[in-house]
């Protein structure tokens, strides 16, 4: 098992660590740390106007009129609905750091290079940006967006294409001079894609990366057998010691947000929602206590153990994974390149995706209606919140299978670890006793 497990570290090794070396995927994946807040908060105010008690629908009508809602949906379209524009900020910032340039510069023009490839509608009353476009199906376009005008700008900067201003100049007045020549590069770029794209069947660049790019890409990351997939691999990286969430997520997190998006879309106008698979239910369905569902394994350390080490791992461990946080059992354990816990450890996300999969599709349970909650929610008061009383009821299902899955292997690693506290006791019961015949 070693072997095997030496072998299969030393092919995925080199994987994971190009993954989480790439400046572009680590860009995408810290970027999206500046939108998140605001996607939570627009979550919340979304999350008001869908609760469905009859009384306090009744007191809001009274109180605020027939339109009520539209007071708070205002919020959440100007977080969630515009989530484009801040990913966009949050990706040229994150870039602008890499190379070491300005970064109000970088997000400024990145945001200009967008808004250029972004298709005016024009109507009898003048013209306007549809607010569609910075929504979910914007993401993709303002994702590349955002790399290849820090690229532009950061290129020509390097080449010295810049106007440099006296010293006695003031340093904001000097920088904005500075990103007059490399914002005019990034400009007539993106200005000539937008021409491009008009002369094609896609007539603009958010049709051509919506239909050809993120649309497949959308599908498969809301497919089972894909998400299997990925949840094995994280598994796998996290066995070695590899932070498996943060690789994974690099790739995943803008499939899942914006597959989020697109319920929260739906859930606010009254319609079907269209995705089982989204962040809500990679975050909140599969990953109960942190990666791998260890929750289980916290209940058990804390009530079940026999040897002081997995008590006090139980008592040290269990806090934090109430609120998603697993690093103390994953390395107090510990469960990195322990074949034994290994097991349970690899299958538990597997079996937890596939019953809330299951669950949501046959009509059990609601679908995540794309309420963005941290990620550090707690059990139960998460499910209750994206799916209502029978999200609550199947996380409560998932944690007593995560404890039955873990029990098993938690009790052999705690009885050796007994065994190895209860022969110490006797060796040291045995020395003291020597001890003490001697010096009589």
């Given amino acids: 098992m070693n072997t095997f497990l030496e072998k299969l570290q030393a092919k995925l090794g080199p994987i994971a660590y190009k993954l989480d070396s790439n400046r572009y995927l680590s860009a995408i994946k810290n970027g999206f740390f500046v939108a998140m807040p605001l996607l939570i908060i627009g979550s919340m105010f979304l999350l008001v106007t869908q609760l469905p008690i009859k009384p306090y629908i009744q007191f809001m009508e009274s109180v605020l009129g027939k339109d009520w809602m539209s007071l708070f949906l205002q919020v959440n379209n100007m977080t969630m609905n515009a989530m484009t524009l801040f990913v966009i900020l949050g990706i040229a910032s994150e870039m602008a750091k890499y190379y070491s340039v300005d970064r109000g510069s970088t997000q400024a023009i990145a945001l200009v290079g967008f808004l250029v490839l972004t298709p005016i509608t024009a109507t009898e009353n003048g013209s306007f940006l549809p607010l569609s476009n910075f929504g979910a199906s914007g993401l993709f376009v303002g994702m590349i967006t955002a790399i290849l005008a820090a690229e532009i700008f950061r290129w020509v900067v390097q080449k010295g294409w810049t106007i440099k201003m006296p010293e006695s100049v003031p340093s904001n007045v000097a920088k904005s001079f500075s990103a007059l020549i490399p914002g005019f590069?990034?400009?007539i770029v993106f200005n000539l894609i937008r021409i491009g794209?008009?002369?094609?069947?896609y007539e603009t660049a958010q049709n051509f990366i919506f239909e050809v790019l993120q649309t497949p890409l959308l599908a498969l990351g809301s497919s089972l057998p894909a998400t299997?997939?990925?949840?094995l691999f994280e598994a796998l990286l996290w066995s070695f010691g590899i932070h498996g969430s943060n690789i994974v997520g690099a790739v995943m997190q803008p499939i899942w947000i914006a597959l989020t998006v697109e319920n929260a879309q739906a859930f606010a106008a009254g319609e079907p929602l269209p995705n089982i698979v989204n962040y809500q239910f990679y975050s909140n369905f599969v990953k109960l206590g942190?990666?791998?569902?260890?929750?289980g394994l916290a209940i058990a350390c804390l009530f079940f153990a026999k040897s002081a080490q997995f008590k006090t791992l139980g008592k040290l461990s269990f806090a934090p994974a109430i609120f998603n946080i697993n690093e103390p059992l994953v390395f107090g354990i510990p469960i990195v390149l322990n074949p034994m816990m290994l097991i349970p450890f690899v299958i538990a996300p597997l079996l937890m995706c596939i019953l809330a999969y299951t669950a949501m599709a046959t009509g059990i349970v609601p679908l995540t209606n794309?309420?963005?909650l941290p990620w550090t929610m707690p059990p139960v008061i998460a499910?209750?919140?994206?799916?209502?009383?029978?999200?609550a009821i199947l996380q409560i299902?998932?944690?007593l299978l995560s404890f039955g899955l873990y029990y098993p292997f938690f009790k052999m690693e705690d009885l050796k670890a007994y065994k190895v506290e209860m022969e110490g006791i006797a060796t040291s019961e045995e020395t003291l006793e020597t001890e003490i015949t001697e010096s009589v």
């Fill in 290 to 295: 942190g990666s791998s569902a260890t929750i």
């Fill in 185 to 187: 590069f990034v400009v």
């Fill in 383 to 391: 499910g209750l919140m994206v799916s209502g009383w029978r999200g």
């Fill in 197 to 201: 794209f008009t002369f094609t069947s």
């Fill in 228 to 231: 299997l997939i990925i949840l």
């Fill in 370 to 372: 794309g309420v963005n």
């Fill in 397 to 399: 299902v998932q944690i």
